[in-house]
């Protein structure tokens, strides 16, 4: 089974038709799908580097094309940082801590209570788009959620050239 | 004369190998240890010589399987069971692996097999012996059963007097006569409220139920019709499948049984491991989950003054997907067990999280062993999913079940996403409660329990290419159904004066969760009536994904002499329908003002009295929203106003939609007045916006200075008890001065628990089954 790059486009922009969404949830996974998705993002974007790896609808791991540093970059053209390190360390952050704040974004009684846990939203420092939202308790660490192993994915799994990386 | 021999009795040849199932079993585990292939078998001989007999021989024991719990479900009584479809059936090989299991509350691939180790590792064969037509009763949670209310009927199939195998049937009974009535009550803080509990106990011989087993049985809970039905339930569907075996051997040969009924594991086991190959991405993901365990109120009344404190259940997970497609689900730091019935068994972690696996990463009718002989498990022993005090209550464990594997799916969801396939992600569970329960007398006069399992049909997490299922589905049964309100109203003393979507319950974000449903339930007809309620209320259990939201938290509405009585004598206005926006409250408006109302964060109750025309609001949870909601079309958000999933209020401020409501209250959203509103939306969120490591300087204060809630502190003392390594990570990530601690003795709280602690294994004659690295 296989999709074409009009239908993996669609699917990215959320606008693939049901039929074909449902077959692609109910049948055995198109191994070529990672080339197509990377090329129809790659398609989207605004900069000339080169994606290595989508992290969120507006996040990417990508090759830098002047360094060939593998970085992490939100779709706006900022850069968070190298592809090591936690993201959210590099964001900006807002933290709902407050009844009044958390009453912002849900009517009463329907969100938690702030002694109990918090809800911290990462943005984007130069466009402002909500990458992430964790809702942890007070106190806790920022989570360094996604550690990939990119090369063994590459090599031994879709069995891709590992794009340059220069640390 | 009456002498007894000192030797015991029954030791048998069982399995006409000369080995005991002790031995055969321990043989099996060193095979598969050695090789790393299930029992050693690196080629699977009847599967690659024979693969079309091995399909047919997979199809009729899979057909049958799934038959006879179609079949047997339709003696029960009790709406759990027949309209809820919470029971399973499971084909066990001799050594009490998997073979296959039937469609419902697979959960139980594993913990059936638990009990069976149990029998074999404590030597039930001697005593009290196994033999064809016996039946073993079991629902003990400190052995693997996941809460008291699975009762399991083990039935061994045997074929010319040599012991081939086990078939287990599970039913969710409606009351297990614990403290309080319903079947995961909440009114007791250990085992010894639980309700009856049976460890693997001899209940029947030679097809028939023992008389003694049917009569104490019978009356140690509070609904015998309900439970002898069931009973009968599991009963027919493990005879039907004994009958399947016996037929499938006749026509295929017992040597083609038994090595299907290991091939089949392994194959399980492969399977696994090529799924996760061709759908994920090896790496280390990590996620998280909480959920409030609020015991301090003054409406948890609860007989320990030890328990009486205010907690949070912790349940970190690292998942490490290994480049041969081998993973490892580590929950090092998660906090101790607790004195309250949402404790879990480690086999409930083994074992379950297979229910929620085949509605993502192994939709297969496959589900064996298989699977978790290519995972390893580290829970370490003391946590809430590993308890190493035989004390423990498990009433309710799924109060953090679901949430704690709710972060697995978050993590394959990161996967999935990133390898671009979309349709896969699922950005969390909804918190599957509140679980209406309570008994007393019934409209029929009779003793009476109950447990409403609308809870099966809360909203769903939501995707990457779309919004969640509104009020569809439960993670611990694949089936999930709501459940119909003339049963429901047949089967409880509770009139419906409303089922609705909720409002704003879904997660926001680009693609929403989907929304919950609430009911507003008048008691009627019903004496001595009590209820309770059972959910996450001051936080939230499910995180949204990438810019997405959670979903809404739980809230609790009940009213008492609300005069529903005289009104609807009268024709007086009623509350009718939903609670639809809780900040501007209107049932009140149409209850006497004699009404005394509780409408609170307070979703842990217990046992309380209701008069009829009493109110009570059960609220079904939502699930977590996905992606930015301000990159959300509007058009679904016009959608969403018109459909009353989403308040206005909240249109404005969290999707920054522009929009007008005509005279007929039709609402119609302004693209490109919505596109200006969110480019002000953007620049807002830096505005109020820190540089994260700006606002870590401001948080690390607060650590050192130790400002914040005691459930907070306790929390993480409990994980730092446990852990050196979550401790280290703690302190590492936010600099703290090496003489740092936090100690749950400076709490000022009850501490029972945090020092001295009796595990299961320290009884005399006791060899507990471990099936994880602890």
Same mark, same amino acid.
């Given at each position: 089974?296989?999709?074409?790059?009009?239908?993996?486009? %669609?699917?990215?922009?959320?606008?693939?038709?049901?039929?074909?969404?449902?077959?692609?949830?109910?049948?055995?996974?198109?191994?070529?799908?990672?080339?197509?998705?990377?090329?129809?993002?790659?398609?989207?974007?605004?900069?000339?580097?080169?994606?290595?790896?989508?992290?969120?609808?507006?996040?990417?791991?990508?090759?830098?094309?002047?360094?060939?540093?593998?970085? =992490?970059?939100?779709?706006?053209?900022?850069?968070?940082?190298?592809?090591?390190?936690?993201?959210?360390?590099?964001?900006? =952050?807002?933290?709902?801590?407050?009844?009044?704040?958390?009453?912002?974004?849900?009517?009463?009684?329907?969100?938690?209570?702030?002694?109990?846990?918090?809800?911290?939203?990462?943005?984007?420092?130069?466009?402002?788009?909500?990458?992430?939202?964790?809702?942890?308790?007070?106190?806790?660490?920022?989570? %360094?959620?996604?550690?990939?192993? =990119?090369?063994?994915?590459?090599?031994?799994?879709?069995?891709?050239?590992?794009?340059?990386?220069?640390? | 004369?009456?002498?007894? *021999?000192?030797?015991?009795?029954?030791?048998?040849?069982?399995?006409?190998?000369?080995?005991?199932?002790?031995?055969?079993?321990?043989?099996?585990?060193?095979?598969?240890?050695?090789?790393?292939?299930?029992?050693?078998?690196?080629?699977?001989? $009847?599967?690659?010589?024979?693969?079309?007999?091995?399909?047919?021989? !997979? *199809?009729?024991?899979?057909?049958?399987?799934?038959?006879?719990?179609?079949?047997?479900?339709?003696?029960?009584?009790?709406?759990?069971?027949?309209?809820?479809?919470?029971?399973? !059936?499971?084909?066990?090989?001799?050594?009490?692996?998997?073979?296959?299991?039937?469609?419902?509350?697979?959960?139980?691939?594993?913990?059936?097999?638990?009990?069976?180790?149990?029998?074999?590792?404590?030597? +039930?064969?001697?005593?009290?012996?196994?033999?064809?037509?016996?039946?073993?009763?079991?629902?003990?949670?400190?052995?693997?059963?996941?809460?008291?209310?699975?009762?399991?009927?083990?039935? /061994?199939?045997?074929?010319?007097?040599?012991?081939?195998?086990?078939?287990?049937?599970?039913?969710?009974?409606?009351?297990?006569?614990?403290?309080?009535?319903?079947?995961?009550?909440?009114?007791?803080?250990?085992?010894?409220?639980?309700?009856?509990?049976?460890?693997?106990?001899?209940?029947?011989?030679?097809?028939?139920?023992?008389?003694?087993?049917?009569?104490?049985?019978?009356?140690?809970?509070?609904? /015998?019709?309900?439970?002898?039905?069931?009973?009968?339930?599991?009963?027919?569907?493990?005879?039907?499948?004994?009958?399947?075996?016996?037929?499938?051997?006749?026509?295929?040969?017992?040597?083609?049984?038994?090595? $299907?009924?290991?091939?089949?594991?392994?194959?399980?086991?492969?399977?696994?491991?090529?799924?996760?190959?061709?759908?994920?991405?090896?790496?280390?993901?990590?996620?998280?989950?909480?959920?409030?365990?609020?015991?301090?109120?003054?409406?948890?009344?609860?007989?320990?003054?030890?328990?009486?404190?205010?907690?949070?259940?912790?349940?970190?997970?690292?998942?490490?997907?290994?480049?041969?497609?081998?993973?490892?689900?580590?929950?090092?730091?998660?906090?101790?067990?607790?004195?309250?019935?949402?404790?879990?068994?480690?086999?409930?972690?083994?074992?379950?999280?297979?229910?929620?696996?085949?509605?993502?990463?192994?939709?297969?009718?496959?589900?064996?062993?298989?699977?978790?002989?290519?995972?390893? $498990?580290?829970?370490?022993?003391?946590?809430?999913?590993?308890?190493?005090?035989?004390?423990?209550?498990?009433?309710?464990?799924?109060?953090?079940?679901?949430?704690?594997?709710?972060?697995?799916?978050?993590?394959?969801?990161? *996967?999935?996403?990133?390898?671009?396939?979309?349709?896969?992600?699922?950005?969390?569970?909804?918190?599957?409660?509140?679980?209406?329960?309570?008994?007393?007398?019934?409209?029929?006069?009779?003793?009476?329990?109950?447990?409403?399992?609308?809870?099966?049909?809360?909203?769903?997490?939501?995707?990457?290419?779309?919004?969640?299922?509104?009020?569809?589905?439960?993670? +611990?049964?694949?089936?999930?159904?709501?459940?119909?309100?003339?049963?429901?109203?047949?089967?409880?003393?509770?009139?419906?004066?409303?089922?609705?979507?909720?409002?704003?319950?879904?997660?926001?974000?680009?693609?929403?969760?989907?929304?919950?449903?609430?009911?507003?339930?008048?008691? +009627?007809?019903?004496?001595?009536?009590?209820?309770?309620?059972?959910?996450?209320?001051?936080?939230?259990?499910?995180?949204?994904?990438?810019?997405?939201?959670?979903?809404?938290?739980?809230?609790?509405?009940?009213?008492?002499?609300?005069?529903?009585?005289?009104?609807?004598?009268?024709?007086?206005?009623?509350?009718?329908?939903?609670?639809?926006?809780?900040?501007?409250?209107?049932?009140?408006?149409?209850?006497?003002?004699?009404?005394?109302?509780?409408?609170?964060?307070?979703?842990?109750?217990?046992?309380?009295?209701?008069?009829?025309?009493?109110?009570?609001?059960?609220?079904?949870?939502?699930?977590?929203?996905?992606?930015?909601?301000?990159?959300?079309?509007?058009?679904?958000?016009?959608?969403?106003?018109?459909?009353?999933?989403?308040?206005?209020?909240?249109?404005?401020?969290?999707?920054?939609?522009?929009?007008?409501?005509?005279?007929?209250?039709?609402?119609?959203?302004?693209?490109?007045?919505?596109?200006?509103?969110?480019?002000?939306?953007?620049?807002?969120?830096?505005?109020?916006?820190?540089?994260?490591?700006?606002?870590?300087?401001?948080?690390?204060?607060?650590?050192?200075?130790?400002?914040?809630?005691?459930?907070?502190?306790?929390?993480?003392?409990?994980?730092?008890?446990?852990?050196?390594? !979550?401790?280290?990570?703690?302190?590492?990530?936010?600099?703290?001065?090496?003489?740092?601690?936090?100690?749950?003795?400076?709490?000022?709280?009850?501490?029972?628990?945090?020092?001295?602690?009796?595990?299961?294994?320290?009884?005399?004659?006791?060899?507990?089954?471990?099936?994880?690295?602890?």
């Amino acid at each position: 089974m296989s999709y074409t790059n009009e239908q993996v486009s %669609h699917l990215v922009e959320g606008s693939l038709d049901w039929e074909t969404t449902f077959r692609m949830l109910s049948m055995p996974k198109d191994n070529s799908r990672f080339e197509q998705y990377l090329a129809a993002l790659q398609a989207k974007v605004g900069f000339k580097d080169r994606i290595v790896l989508p992290l969120a609808p507006h996040m990417y791991i990508v090759q830098s094309a002047k360094t060939k540093q593998w970085l =992490i970059k939100c779709d706006c053209g900022h850069e968070f940082c190298d592809y090591k390190e936690n993201w959210k360390l590099h964001a900006s =952050i807002y933290v709902r801590d407050t009844e009044e704040a958390m009453t912002e974004v849900y009517p009463k009684l329907m969100a938690p209570d702030t002694e109990w846990q918090v809800y911290r939203e990462y943005y984007c420092p130069t466009c402002g788009t909500l990458h992430d939202v964790e809702a942890p308790t007070p106190w806790y660490p920022v989570i %360094h959620d996604f550690e990939p192993d =990119i090369e063994a994915f590459y090599k031994e799994w879709v069995h891709l050239p590992v794009p340059e990386r220069v640390d | 004369m009456n002498m007894m *021999s000192t030797k015991e009795i029954g030791i048998g040849n069982l399995l006409a190998s000369g080995m005991t199932l002790k031995q055969h079993r321990d043989a099996i585990l060193e095979r598969t240890q050695s090789t790393g292939y299930y029992n050693g078998l690196e080629k699977l001989e $009847f599967r690659d010589s024979d693969p079309i007999g091995y399909e047919k021989l !997979f *199809s009729k024991l899979r057909g049958g399987l799934v038959h006879a719990r179609e079949t047997a479900k339709k003696i029960a009584a009790s709406p759990i069971v027949e309209q809820e479809g919470e029971l399973c !059936f499971t084909l066990y090989n001799a050594a009490g692996d998997c073979i296959l299991t039937s469609t419902g509350i697979i959960i139980h691939v594993g913990t059936m097999g638990a009990a069976i180790k149990y029998m074999i590792e404590n030597n +039930w064969e001697a005593n009290p012996t196994i033999n064809p037509g016996d039946m073993f009763t079991t629902n003990d949670c400190a052995i693997g059963n996941v809460h008291p209310c699975d009762i399991a009927t083990i039935v /061994p199939i045997f074929w010319a007097g040599k012991l081939i195998g086990w078939v287990g049937g599970v039913t969710h009974v409606i009351d297990t006569g614990a403290v309080t009535p319903g079947s995961m009550s909440t009114g007791q803080t250990q085992r010894f409220g639980d309700g009856y509990m049976i460890t693997c106990r001899k209940t029947g011989i030679n097809d028939e139920p023992l008389r003694d087993w049917l009569h104490e049985s019978q009356r140690s809970v509070r609904t /015998p019709k309900y439970w002898i039905l069931d009973e009968k339930t599991r009963i027919a569907g493990c005879h039907m499948i004994r009958e399947l075996v016996e037929e499938v051997i006749r026509a295929d040969g017992l040597e083609a049984y038994e090595k $299907f009924s290991e091939e089949v594991i392994e194959e399980g086991r492969r399977g696994l491991m090529s799924r996760i190959k061709a759908m994920t991405l090896p790496g280390k993901y990590r996620k998280v989950s909480f959920v409030d365990v609020p015991y301090k109120h003054e409406d948890i009344q609860i007989s320990n003054a030890f328990a009486k404190l205010d907690s949070i259940m912790h349940s970190p997970v690292e998942m490490t997907i290994k480049p041969d497609g081998k993973w490892r689900l580590d929950f090092e730091g998660a906090s101790r067990w607790g004195w309250h019935t949402f404790n879990a068994h480690q086999v409930a972690f083994t074992s379950g999280i297979w229910v929620m696996m085949s509605q993502t990463l192994v939709p297969t009718q496959r589900i064996n062993d298989g699977a978790y002989f290519a995972t390893e $498990f580290h829970l370490p022993k003391g946590t809430w999913c590993n308890p190493d005090d035989r004390r423990t209550g498990h009433a309710y464990a799924w109060h953090f079940l679901v949430s704690g594997w709710a972060a697995l799916w978050r993590g394959l969801s990161q *996967s999935y996403f990133s390898r671009g396939y979309l349709e896969e992600v699922n950005a969390g569970n909804a918190n599957t409660s509140n679980w209406l329960q309570g008994g007393g007398i019934n409209q029929d006069g009779e003793i009476h329990a109950v447990n409403s399992f609308e809870a099966s049909s809360c909203g769903t997490g939501a995707c990457a290419v779309k919004d969640g299922l509104n009020h569809a589905a439960a993670i +611990w049964n694949p089936e999930g159904d709501m459940g119909d309100i003339e049963i429901w109203e047949m089967a409880e003393p509770l009139l419906y004066l409303g089922r609705n979507v909720k409002s704003n319950s879904g997660g926001y974000g680009k693609y929403r969760g989907g929304c919950g449903f609430e009911t507003l339930r008048m008691v +009627w007809n019903a004496q001595d009536w009590t209820m309770f309620f059972m959910g996450n209320g001051y936080m939230n259990s499910d995180w949204g994904m990438m810019g997405g939201y959670p979903s809404a938290t739980g809230y609790r509405f009940e009213a008492h002499n609300t005069g529903l009585k005289e009104r609807i004598a009268i024709g007086d206005s009623l509350p009718l329908g939903g609670d639809l926006d809780p900040s501007s409250p209107d049932y009140e408006r149409h209850l006497d003002a004699t009404a005394v109302v509780k409408r609170d964060k307070q979703c842990m109750t217990t046992e309380d009295c209701y008069d009829n025309h009493d109110l009570y609001l059960n609220y079904l949870r939502g699930g977590p929203g996905f992606g930015d909601p301000i990159d959300r079309e509007v058009s679904a958000i016009e959608n969403d106003l018109n459909q009353k999933f989403l308040l206005p209020e909240f249109a404005e401020k969290v999707y920054g939609a522009v929009f007008t409501q005509d005279a007929k209250g039709v609402f119609s959203v302004d693209a490109e007045l919505t596109r200006q509103r969110r480019t002000e939306i953007r620049k807002e969120r830096l505005a109020r916006a820190l540089p994260t490591r700006e606002w870590m300087k401001e948080e690390r204060e607060r650590i050192i200075n130790k400002h914040a809630a005691v459930q907070v502190q306790h929390m993480f003392a409990t994980s730092f008890g446990l852990s050196e390594k !979550f401790t280290k990570e703690f302190k590492d990530f936010w600099s703290l001065p090496a003489d740092w601690q936090l100690l749950e003795d400076e709490l000022g709280v009850p501490t029972y628990g945090s020092k001295h602690r009796m595990d299961l294994s320290l009884m005399p004659d006791v060899k507990t089954v471990v099936q994880v690295e602890e």
